[in-house]
Every structure is written in structure tokens, then in C-alpha cells.
């Protein structure tokens, strides 16, 4: 019962910016820690932003300064805006949670792609 679906990827241009979202069902959103993992062909998949249940951050090295991770627990929302993008971001995006109680059960979105051109 428990889902997560993001949206908001797409193309954009060097520099452009992006916003994607992921709205989550099934679990009690605030007590929940939420991220946003990426994955590169070829490449493994990395965390690129979390946001806890009390808002504390934390950013991947490559995209510190360029995106914000922020969350609506009104809505059941966990945002990732993107700016400044380079051809790097280019990935597939995926929102992800794990139920703290069985930390070793995750949850994960259906991936959004992103893809930034020169």
C-alpha cells in the first residue's frame, strides 16, 4: 500500500533549473525520513539529497548549492528543486523512503528522468 510517485523530470539546457516532486501514500509522511537518489547509465546509483522528519538536510557533494530538498507534510510531498544544471545531472531520479521500524525495508519511487543538454 505504500507508494511514492515522482514527476517534474525532464530536458532543460545547461543552467536551467527544474522541480521535481514525489507524493507518497500509504505511511504517516511526517515521522518519515524522505531522498532523492539519481542513477546514470553505467554508473551506481547515489544519494544526491534527504531531507529527515524534523527538515534537516543533506546534499551530495556534486549538487551541494545547486538544489534544495524540501518537504510539505500537509501534502504528503517531498520536493527537489534543481538549478544551475549541468550535463552531469543527467540521470534517472528516484524518490525513496524505509520504514524506520524495519530499516531495512525500502520504498522507492518510479523514477523521473532527467536529462540536461549542453
Known amino acids: 500500500q505504500v507508494q511514492l510517485q515522482a514527476c517534474g523530470g525532464g530536458l532543460v539546457q545547461a543552467g536551467g533549473s527544474l522541480n521535481l516532486s514525489c507524493a507518497a501514500s500509504?505511511?504517516?509522511?511526517?515521522?518519515?525520513?524522505m531522498a532523492w537518489y539519481r542513477q546514470a547509465p553505467g554508473k551506481q546509483r547515489e544519494l544526491v539529497a534527504a531531507i529527515s522528519s524534523g527538515s534537516n538536510t543533506n546534499y551530495a557533494d556534486s549538487v551541494e548549492g545547486r538544489v534544495t530538498v524540501s518537504r510539505d507534510n500537509a501534502k504528503n510531498t517531498v520536493d527537489l528543486q534543481m538549478n544551475s544544471l549541468k550535463p552531469e545531472d543527467t540521470a534517472v531520479y528516484y524518490c525513496q523512503t524505509y520504514d524506520y521500524t524495519r530499516p531495512w525495508i525500502e520504498y522507492w519511487g518510479q523514477g523521473t528522468q532527467v536529462t540536461v543538454s549542453s
Open positions: 500509504g505511511i504517516t509522511f511526517g515521522a518519515y525520513r
